[in-house]
């Protein structure tokens, strides 16, 4: 799949048309238990929100084969309309499928979207597959409505590369999962979010990941 004219413009190291994601948020009773956890650290940081008192907007980018916006739409509030987006174009009949919901194949650095459009975006285990996060997340707080919400969920470093060693995964590459091309601890991620988004208002850290919920800052530098 070529490549947009934005992303034209940058020297890509990711590849994820040529991964496979398929069956990521599907697993064993231990992983399925730990996905359980994570989905309800998720649902937790959207009812403190004031999304759920209103109409609104909210799309998850990067949905992959639709399983996490499946998870997302069981426990979205009834106000809330949901939609999500891809990037790799093989992976939308999934999506849709999955999901029975409005998928937009889309690069994060290029949304196909107006500015304002969304009160809540979902960025579940992306940030850390991309060369410019910085970039990516500009341009997701440029379609976020004023005041609306991000949510970012990324491995928990560097407990995520030790349990990967000690399960004996990725031990040439000491423990990072391929495709992985940033890491960050919870405090890291926090500055990274609070630099390039708006404050951080909660965040939960259900093994082993990092959950942060941030509020659009219009003075966050961009």
């Not at 999500?84 to 939308?92: D, G, K």
Request: proline share 4%; with cysteine; hydrophobic share 35%.
């Amino acid at each position: 799949m070529g490549k947009n004219n934005h992303e034209s413009k940058l020297k890509l190291k990711a590849t994820p048309e040529d991964e496979d994601f398929r069956g990521k948020y599907e697993s064993g009773k231990i992983g399925d238990r730990l996905l359980d956890k994570y989905f309800d650290a998720v649902k937790k940081l959207v009812e403190i929100t004031d999304v759920t008192s209103e109409k609104a907007k909210a799309i998850e980018i990067g949905c992959g084969e639709g399983l996490s916006t499946k998870r997302l739409s069981n426990f979205m509030p009834k106000n809330v309309t949901l939609e999500a987006s891809e990037y790799v174009e093989h992976q939308i009949p999934f999506a849709k499928q999955n999901t029975g919901l409005k998928v937009t194949q889309e690069s994060v650095y290029e949304l196909k979207h107006k500015d304002k459009t969304f009160d809540m975006v979902f960025l579940l285990e992306v940030l850390e597959h991309l060369d410019y996060p910085d970039k990516g997340l500009e341009e997701l707080k440029r379609v976020t409505k004023d005041k609306g919400y991000i949510i970012i969920g990324v491995p928990n470093e560097p407990l995520w590369r030790a349990l990967n060693m000690a399960r004996g995964k990725y031990l040439r590459e000491f423990g990072n999962t391929t495709g992985h091309l940033n890491h960050w601890s919870t405090a890291g991620l926090i500055k990274f979010v609070e630099k390039h988004f708006g404050p951080v208002v909660a965040k939960k850290t259900p093994l082993p990941w990092t959950i942060v919920l941030a509020k659009k800052d219009e003075k966050t530098n961009s």
